[in-house]
């Protein structure tokens, strides 16, 4: 990406005023249930260019020193340009303002992207929630034809 989209883009808070961006929330997490869930207990951060939000994420506290990212998406035509990984260090950077000393991050076992980014930005497998995804929706999902069962939890210490 050149400097210049660089330069007009800007990471801030969802404002309690405008629409929520469930189109890339549910493109992280299809259970609009859990999105909610995640949203009234998460500060939600946008990705905003040129007037248009292309990319989200929320930062849940989980306990005293220790925020999780419980949703993080791009839009499909940015993706692929270091945006998402732009947000997880933006997320680092909040959750160590808070004081927080770790920071957590869950997604399929299936999701092989999306670990490959986790960990390349210093992330490390915590522990593994057997069966969440058996448990929490309603339809059974796939990723890449895996069908999507165990939550992955990564952590990193900030
Ligand atoms: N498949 C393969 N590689 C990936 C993927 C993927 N799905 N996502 C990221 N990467 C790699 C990139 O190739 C890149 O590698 P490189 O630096 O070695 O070239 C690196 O990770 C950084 O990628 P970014 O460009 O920063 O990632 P992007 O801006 O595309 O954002 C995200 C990543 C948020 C996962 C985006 O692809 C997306 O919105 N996907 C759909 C929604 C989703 O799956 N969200 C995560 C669910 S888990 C959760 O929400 C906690």
Redesign the pocket.
Known sequence: MTATLWAEMLIRPLADTEPIPYGLLL???PSKELVDLYLAQSEAYVVEYRNAVIGIYLLCPVGPESME??????AVG?????????MLYDAMEKAKQRACNEIL???SST????L??YQ?VGFEVSHIIHNFFLEHYSEPLFDHGLHCKHMIVLKKVI
């Open positions: 493109d992280a997490d990212i419980k949703n993080i998406a791009v940015f993706q692929a340009k270091g945006i998402g990984q732009w991050i869950g997604t999701s092989i992207g999306p490959y980014l390349k």
